[in-house]
């Protein structure tokens, strides 16, 4: 029996038993077979479906080997997005300036908006805008002023 144990964002633990069984093969001795394992898949991706069959092959008997079991299938939960890169100037004048970013990933969990913030300097960060679109034009700036920006995207887990 295959079954799911837990599943989080980028793992999952299966648990498999079988029952025991006497194996007389070739072999001059009879062994006796009973087990039970886990198994931690890793590096899953969170939203993902994912389906894990189990296939026994046993090395001390290699004319043993099993048929593949049912499919077991399970979802990994959505996660916030990732963090998306900076924004980028496309283009500037004195007094206005237009940004442009690239979409973050969404790990399974459709973005929502971006915020978009800037830091006139002073180490406070404040929100100017919020968007689904993956830009923004900025007006009104003061010439030969630093501007700071950050970005964050937001989906229904949270924002990053």
């Not at 062994?31 to 394992?37: D, G, H, S, T």
């Not at 189990?54 to 008997?61: F, K, P, S, Y």
């Not at 399974?108 to 300097?121: K, M, S, T």
Request: aromatic share 8%; charged share 20%.
């Amino acid at each position: 029996m295959l079954s799911i144990v837990d599943i989080i964002e980028t793992l999952s633990r299966l648990l498999w038993t079988f029952s025991c069984m006497r194996v007389t093969g070739l072999l001059t001795s009879t062994v006796l077979i009973c087990v039970a394992f886990r198994f931690r898949i890793q590096d899953l991706q969170p939203g993902k479906e994912y389906s894990v069959c189990l296939l026994v092959h046993l090395v001390q008997l290699d004319m043993l080997n099993g048929s593949p079991s049912q499919p077991t299938t399970f979802v990994t939960p959505p996660c916030q997005p990732d963090q998306p890169q900076p924004p980028r100037v496309v283009q500037k004048t004195r007094t206005s300036m237009q940004l442009k970013w690239s979409a973050t990933a969404d790990n399974g969990a459709p973005v929502q908006h971006y915020i978009l913030e800037w830091d006139l300097g002073q180490g406070n960060w404040t929100e100017i805008f919020r968007t689904r679109t993956k830009q923004h034009n900025l007006a009104k700036l003061q010439p030969a002023t630093t501007y700071k920006f950050r970005l964050c995207a937001v989906n229904e887990c949270g924002k990053r």
